[in-house]
Every structure is written in structure tokens, then in C-alpha cells.
């Protein structure tokens, strides 16, 4: 079945650690995107990709780094510097150009130990 | 700053009670407007897409619609299968997309 696939579900960082969370889709699609979902918010853009090797921040890039090496792949590290990263990450995909509807993976849950 | 403001935060219905959900935007040049279901712990999943004020799109037991300033996703009839909190989308002309906070249903039997 084609869709978008995250890991781990659940992830624990430990202070001053770099994580990264996986994301990998078999759509096809050009665009792939990283959100951050907090409750009691919507979701909140940190980085996208219209094509391989090329990616722009969102809104909040701060403490986040991505690559997209592949087409296919689309990894969100969460750096130490990002003080706050307790959150759920969502990952999302869609054909690119005017098209926007997005496709989401299943998520990841990252949490401070 | 776009804002896009869903309400109420939750609605509680019983069973076969019809209701309405509300995402209302600022006007500064819509693309389009995106409904998304989710499940706690799941990713959305897509629903409706509208583009402009007047047209109406139907699945099942919901029918969402747009005007100028607003979307409602209207609910006929509710199941228990149909709790989950709903997200509205908006793109604006410059490609901006901005999600609303959701609504989180509960229908009871």
C-alpha cells in the first residue's frame, strides 16, 4: 500500500541530545513537509522540500535541521539547541506545485527525559 | 498574520444528533480550504477541499461549505465511528498554509 511512513512511534530524548525522527514515503511525491502539533494549537510548519536537495524553514526552524537526499526520504533531526521539543511530529507529503492536499504519516511522539 | 479560528474547541453529541463545526479565516486571498479528520495518536486524513464561496462537497455524513469569511463542516446524524477532532486548512495565494487549533468530536450512543 503507498503512503508515508514514521519512526520510531514513540522517541524519549535526553538533555543536550540530538534525535531524528524518520520519514519515508512511497507516493512519489515531490513535496514532503515536517510539522510539530501541540495541543490546543494547529499545526505549525518547521521545514519543507519541493524537490531533492533543496529545502526551506517553515515557521518554526529553530533547533531543527532536515536533508532530502532521496526522494523517497525526508529525516527531521531535533537538535539540542531546541529547548522545547516535547511535542507531536507530523510528517506529510503531497504531489507538489498548486496541488496541497497533504498525506500524513502516522506521527512520531518525542518526549524530554 | 492569516489566522484561521475553529470552533468550539470540543462538542459532545449523542447519537443522531446533527451539528455543526466552524473555521473561520482572515480574507487576504484564499486558494483553497482543507477539512482534515484525525484520530489521537493518527496523522489526518484528508476530507474536503473547497476553493470558493458557494461550493459544497459531501461524504457520508458530512457536508462541508464556504463562504467569504467561514467553512462549516456540517454532521448528519452522527455515529460514535465519527468522534475524532476535525482540522480546518487554509492556503492562502501565496502559498501560506495555516491550520486551525481543530475541534475534538464526541458522539455518544
Known amino acids: 500500500d503507498g503512503g508515508i511512513t514514521q519512526s520510531p512511534k514513540y522517541l524519549f530524548r535526553k538533555e543536550g541530545q540530538n ?14 513537509y515536517w510539522y510539530r502539533q501541540d495541543p490546543g494549537q494547529g499545526l505549525r510548519l518547521i521545514y519543507y522540500s519541493q524537490i531533492v536537495n533543496d529545502f526551506q524553514k517553515g515557521d518554526i526552524a529553530e533547533g531543527y535541521s532536515v536533508s532530502r537526499e532521496k526522494k523517497e526520504s525526508f529525516p527531521l533531526t531535533v537538535t539540542s539547541a531546541q529547548k522545547n521539543p516535547t511535542a507531536f511530529y507530523l510528517c506529510a507529503s503531497s504531489i507538489g506545485g498548486a496541488e496541497e492536499k497533504l498525506f500524513f504519516g502516522s506521527g512520531t511522539q518525542l518526549s524530554v527525559l | 498574520e492569516d489566522q484561521v479560528t475553529q470552533s468550539p474547541e470540543a462538542l459532545r453529541l449523542q447519537e443522531g444528533e446533527s451539528s455543526s463545526l466552524n473555521c473561520s479565516y482572515t480574507v487576504s486571498g ?24 458557494g461550493e459544497e462537497k459531501e461524504k457520508e455524513r458530512l457536508k462541508a461549505t464556504l463562504t467569504k469569511k467561514e467553512s462549516f463542516l456540517h454532521i448528519t446524524a452522527p455515529k460514535p465511528e465519527d468522534s475524532a477532532t476535525y482540522l480546518c486548512a487554509v492556503q492562502y495565494n501565496n502559498n501560506d498554509m495555516r491550520f486551525g487549533a481543530g475541534t475534538r468530536l464526541t458522539v455518544k450512543p
Not at chain 2, 484564499?30 to 464561496?53: C, I, M, N, V
Open chain 1, 19 to 32: 534525535v531524528t525522527l524518520s520519514c519515508e514515503q512511497n507516493l512519489n511525491h515531490d513535496a514532503m
Open chain 2, 30 to 53: 484564499l486558494r483553497g480550504l482543507f477539512w482534515y479528520r484525525q484520530d489521537p495518536g493518527k496523522g489526518p486524513e484528508f476530507l474536503f477541499t473547497l476553493y470558493s464561496a
